[in-house]
């Protein structure tokens, strides 16, 4: 299905809105420590943004593995994003499958505290990208 211009920038629009409603999500869990859900909204923040930024972009994914190729593919090995600043998307795409599926392991208050900073950068890296 293509879309037209207005119906992207309306998809791009709700996403960016999600996205900014999911940090704050995310902070208020972290103050009441629910650190698997605030694992899970950091993810989420990011996953609307890089989703919005694929859309912009022309690209379609499925799936939240292929939102992860797509964004790889597209923005980190092309240098458009900085390596180090794009590993933070499959770092918290990983924290939040432990979170929400691994009965073995527990996310702790440092595993969540460790992904605030570079959540935040790759956030912002990522709204100068659409901006444009």
């Known amino acids: ?5 207005e119906e992207r920038n309306a998809i791009i629009s709700t996403r960016i809105e999600k ?3 999911a940090l704050i999500e995310a ?10 859900t605030a694992a899970n909204r950091l993810y989420y923040s990011c996953y609307n943004l890089v989703s919005a930024l694929l859309i912009k972009s022309g690209y379609s994914a499925q799936s939240h593995k292929g939102v992860a190729t797509l964004f790889a593919l ?6 458009i994003i900085p390596k180090e600043i794009g590993k933070t998307y499959n770092q918290l795409f990983l924290l939040r499958q432990t979170g929400d599926y691994d009965d073995w392991n527990l996310i702790e208050e440092e595993d969540v505290t460790a992904m605030i900073k570079p959540t935040e950068r790759l956030i912002q890296t990522i709204k100068k990208l659409l901006e444009k």
């Open 1 to 5: 299905m293509t879309l037209t211009a």
């Open 19 to 21: 996205s900014d409603q």
């Open 27 to 36: 902070k208020g869990n972290i103050q009441m420590q629910f650190w698997n």
């Open 74 to 79: 597209h923005f980190i090995k092309t240098n």
